[in-house]
């Protein structure tokens, strides 16, 4: 594994966290139920 294949891969990573607490701030201020509805399409 080459070290621009590993950068990548924490790249999203931390992509992936950002929008995960995106998600949570906008749910917090707003009251929207968005995990509510992600957890009912999870298989």
Do not use: C, K
Not at 10 to 27: D, Q
Request: no cysteine; charged share 15%; proline share 2%.
């Amino acid at each position: 594994m080459s070290a621009s294949e590993e950068g990548r891969g924490n790249w999203v990573f931390g992509l992936i966290i950002l929008a995960v607490g995106i998600i949570f701030i906008v749910e917090n201020f707003t009251d929207l139920e968005i995990w509510g509805r992600v957890w009912n399409l999870w298989p």
